[in-house]
């Protein structure tokens, strides 16, 4: 364990009493079209899909009727997740960082057409390391695509947040002190970081990491470790992670990204297991 990461674990208590901050808005990562469901149980917002909606190797005409379609939802679209489909490599031998950048200003175009400012970089498929890949030039690869995407996204008035991912879905970028040191080296404001509470979970990431990179954070997830499921299901204590957000001062928003049993009967549990555990 790093030094620096010892003195933040000194200097935050789960116990500490601070002023809290506002509960964040509560969204969800699902289709524009279950809206209906979400509002009427309390939440904000809906993270929708790039590839589903944006349909960055379509047409601009099924962008637009997909948008027309989204402005009579009954909750806005604030976020995206699935940035890059698996077949544009940021990584490795077949790493196509020019097809990547020509992609991006598609999808930030039309992100801000969409009035929405937040796009999601977790992309399994394009940034696992292929085996035999040194990690290290990876990494570099990586840093450098990202230094050349915060202008593109700047241009869009676009923030791109990386999203640290377990190691059963990524072998590449698994924690958030990785994701961390990776925007701090990118070092552009339009390139920064997302905390996802069932990634850490996962990958046993204590919330003392939020503190050393919080300044960077611009968004979260959250979801129950257990079966990636919904707040509330298996009555895991989430609140920690929550505090550690408070702590650094997040004002951003906070979607569950999750399996739904039943969405219908799980969306009050749901947001309410959130706003009382926050």
């Not at 809290?20 to 524009?32: A, D, F, K, M, R």
Request: with cysteine.
């Amino acid at each position: 364990m790093s030094a620096i990461l010892v003195l933040a674990m000194l200097s935050f208590s789960f116990d500490s009493v601070f002023k809290p901050l506002p509960q964040p808005e509560i969204g969800v990562c699902t289709s524009y079209t279950n809206a209906d469901v979400l509002a009427k149980a309390g939440y904000s917002f809906i993270e929708e899909n790039v590839q589903s909606f944006l349909v960055p190797t379509k047409s601009e005409e099924e962008f637009e009727k997909i948008l027309e379609d989204a402005k009579n939802a009954a909750l806005p679209i604030k976020s995206f997740i699935i940035f890059l489909p698996g077949n544009l490599k940021s990584v490795g031998p077949d790493a196509v960082h020019a097809e990547i950048l020509d992609y991006a200003e598609i999808v930030f175009r039309r992100a801000r057409k969409a009035g929405v400012g937040i796009v999601v970089f977790g992309s399994s498929g394009s940034r696992s390391v292929p085996e035999g890949f040194s990690k290290e030039e990876a990494r570099k690869q990586f840093i450098q695509l990202g230094i050349a995407l915060g202008p593109i996204a700047a241009r869009h008035d676009v923030v791109l947040v990386l999203e640290p991912l377990n190691k059963k879905e990524c072998n590449f970028i698994n924690s958030v002190l990785e994701a961390g040191e990776i925007v701090e080296e990118v070092n552009h404001p339009n390139f920064q970081l997302l905390v996802d509470i069932y990634h850490m979970k996962m990958e046993g990431e204590g919330p003392e990491s939020i503190l050393l990179y919080g300044r960077f954070v611009k968004h979260a997830h959250v979801a129950e470790k257990e079966g990636r499921a919904v707040p509330g299901t298996h009555g895991e204590d989430i609140h920690p992670y929550y505090q550690a957000l408070q702590h650094v001062g997040y004002q951003g928003k906070l979607s569950i990204e999750g399996n739904w049993v039943d969405m219908e009967a799980q969306a009050s549990v749901g947001i309410k297991t959130i706003k009382n555990q926050w």
